[in-house]
């Protein structure tokens, strides 16, 4: 058994089967992640995780050992589990798995890939979907339809942040037992929060408001936010999404200038879904700077989008500033 779920874990999936099947399936995840952590923590021993295989994802991302060999560890441990379909940054269609069992599952088999070298937390982010009669209509829906989302993060600790809509839970791998042990039983982000996440390389590639609010946070207490702001990009989505959790901040992956950027970097199906649906379970907000992404219908597979999520009081902001008329920007 990999997780010692509380007495609490997915009561609030009505459907006893569908239940037991998420219950299931997230420990086989579980399994897995361990498979994952432990390659991880071996680094530079295991000869290359960080290197190109030469290939590409859909979505042109260069893919490293490490991001091929965790879809393969990920791909296997759900081939045990009761899900029909398997959507993965990494493979450019959907995989049936046996279309007669009710799950679907999407995943960013390993998030934070230009970290995998330098000893920096990198993870696995997954969403479970019911299935549905074929493949596409399982994944090309509304991310408010997911019914456990979550991710796991490989650093000082190896912990799993997961909601099936009943609040967020993190459970931390206990390194003498090997059990994921439940830590937090319902965490909540703090409402407002001076600390701020963006690659501010792209400054000259932001829309007007996204310049003017970052500008406005460097002009601290001297400028109209009135105080001092702070500054953290880790560039694994899945370690800043666990210190916003744990104190508060915005994350932001707008859209910008650079050619394929128009919609950002982060892909809808297994990235930003399950990070918004963590992040509105723990009290915190998540849009594309102005929309809701829990609302945002996928259309294609690695369909990439906007994503601004934290604390409630600044991703508002955010949304105010793109609200403003453009010529007071
Ligand atoms: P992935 O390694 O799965 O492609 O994800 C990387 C993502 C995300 O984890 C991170 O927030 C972002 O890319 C960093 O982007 P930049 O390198 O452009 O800063
Ligand atoms: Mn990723
Ligand atoms: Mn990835």
């Known amino acids: 058994m990999a997780i010692s779920f509380s007495s ?39 000869h290359g995780l960080g290197a190109e295989t030469g290939a590409a994802n859909t979505d042109g991302d260069a893919q490293k050992a490490l991001d091929v060999r965790s879809d393969e560890i990920i791909t296997a441990a759900l081939e ?13 269609d959907i995989v049936t798995l046996d279309a007669s069992k009710p799950l679907a599952v999407a995943s960013d088999p390993l998030d ?10 990198i993870g696995t982010i997954f969403s479970i979907f019911e299935a549905k009669d074929d493949a596409r209509s399982s994944f090309l829906r ?40 439940l830590a937090i039983a319902d965490m909540k982000i703090v409402p407002a929060s001076t600390e701020y996440a963006i690659n501010a390389s792209n400054h000259h590639h932001w829309d007007k408001p996204i310049r003017a609010y970052i500008e406005d946070c460097l002009l601290g207490a001297s400028g109209p936010l009135g105080e001092k702001y702070n500054m953290r990009w880790v560039g694994s989505l899945v370690a800043d999404a666990n210190r916003i959790l744990s104190r508060g901040g915005i994350f932001m992956y707008p859209g910008d200038s ?18 918004a649906f ?4 723990a009290g915190g907000k998540a849009t594309d700077g102005t929309g809701r992404i829990l609302d945002i219908s996928l259309d ?8 601004v999520f934290g604390s409630k009081t600044p991703v508002q902001m955010v949304g105010d500033y793109h609200n403003k008329k453009q010529d007071i920007l």
């Open 8 to 46: 609490t874990f997915a009561k609030n999936i009505m459907d006893g089967e569908m239940r037991a099947a998420v219950s299931e399936t997230v420990q086989a995840l579980a399994e897995a992640c361990k498979q994952i952590s432990h390659i991880c923590a071996r680094g530079p021993l295991e």
């Open 80 to 92: 045990t589990a009761p899900v029909a379909y398997y959507a993965s940054e990494e493979q450019d």
């Open 112 to 121: 934070g890939s230009s970290n995998i070298d330098t000893n920096v937390s």
């Open 142 to 181: 509304l991310g408010s339809e997911q019914i456990c989302g979550g991710f796991f993060v490989y650093g000082p600790q190896t912990s799993l942040v997961i909601t099936t809509g009943a609040g967020t839970q993190t459970y931390v791998l206990d390194p003498d037992s090997g059990v994921f042990s």
């Open 258 to 275: 650079r050619d394929g950027y128009a919609h950002g970097r982060l892909r809808l199906l297994y990235e930003a879904a399950p990070v």
């Open 278 to 281: 963590v992040i509105e379970q």
């Open 300 to 307: 294609t597979l690695h369909q990439r989008v906007p994503l």
